[in-house]
């Protein structure tokens, strides 16, 4: 009887541990296999960060999406990447005086006239920046996973607590949400506070810290995602040697990976996760498509 309690408790608490760490319900899922992540989307194949680009991937039968989010004039949340709606928007043409176009200079009503689609290819004329908010619950309808990028932050003062509330509202910081959300910045100073204002979120620091910045950062981040470029076994190993935020190994996603070759040699390092504009390259070089 004893015995039977004590396994049911340990069942318990390793149970909890997984639902509360996506990652190591994705490694134990695909075991060593790295999880593939649509990056802004599957940008290669419709326009990027928007809900086209996660339908895509959808479509394509990944789950997990990486998108950026900003703020507009009035304090509403976009997914967009570029600090200025020039490159992939209409903006030059609809408001040709207000270079250099900053996303943080125009309304959210200004930025909801803009077509995000045409840039890319006419077949995705029309198409929408959206506000986080239409994205979260358009990543709910798709079943999706999400790799949230806070970008920009010290462009937004207190942009983390605001994502926080927004996902809060969105239902996303629930415990079921929780295992299909990680958070990730540049800005170690973004991360470190997501960490300290809702600790049960799963926080990556995007960039190449040396070990010795790992070691420090480690308490409150739970991945470290590099540039492939700078990628070595070594350093994932390293990283793996390491404790994160919730007490496990810290885990390593790298991008952007758009090749064959290259995710088999990412893949070799050990990565945990591979961040990619061709999920589907990324999956067929990885030999489970
Ligand atoms: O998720 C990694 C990647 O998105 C970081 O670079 O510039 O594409 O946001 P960037
Ligand atoms: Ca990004």
Redesign the pocket.
């Known amino acids: 009887m004893h015995v039977r309690v004590v396994a049911v408790a340990v069942a318990s608490v390793l149970g909890t541990a997984a639902l509360l760490n996506p990652i190591s319900d994705a490694r134990a899922r695909d075991v060593g296999e790295p999880t593939v ?1 649509a ?2 989307g599957a940008s290669a194949y419709a326009p990027e960060n928007t809900l086209a680009s996660i339908d895509k991937a959808a479509r394509l039968g990944f789950s997990w999406v ?1 998108n ?1 989010v900003q703020r507009t004039r009035d304090g509403k949340l976009v997914v967009i ?1 570029d600090d200025s709606l020039r490159r992939t928007t209409n903006v030059e043409k609809l408001f040709p005086g207000r270079a250099p176009w900053k996303v943080k200079d125009f309304t959210a009503a200004e930025i909801a006239r803009l077509d995000a689609g045409s840039w890319y290819s006419p077949a995705y004329a029309g198409t929408r920046v959206p506000t986080l908010k239409q994205y979260m619950r358009r990543v709910e309808h798709n079943h999706e996973k999400l ?1 949230l ?1 806070i ?1 920009n932050p010290e462009l937004y003062p207190g942009i983390e607590q605001q994502t926080l509330k927004l996902l809060g509202h969105e239902g996303w910081l629930d415990r079921g949400h929780l295992k299909r959300l990680i958070v ?1 910045s ?1 800005s170690v100073g973004s991360i470190r506070t997501v960490h300290e204002l809702k600790p049960a979120v799963t926080t990556a620091l ?1 960039g190449s810290p040396t070990a010795a910045q790992l070691r420090r950062d480690a308490p409150f981040t739970d991945l470290v ?1 590099p ?1 492939y470029g700078s990628l070595t076994k070594k350093y994932v190993a390293a990283a793996h040697a390491l404790r994160g935020a919730h007490g496990r190994p810290l885990r390593v ?1 790298a ?2 990976v758009n090749d064959a070759v290259t995710a088999r040699k990412v893949a070799g390092c050990g990565v945990d996760g591979i ?1 990619t504009n061709k999920p589907d390259v990324v999956r067929a070089a990885l030999g489970s498509y």
Do not use: A, G, P, V
């Open positions: 992540i990056h802004r990486e950026d990447h790799l990028e970008k990730q540049f995007l995602n540039s996603f991008w952007t961040i």
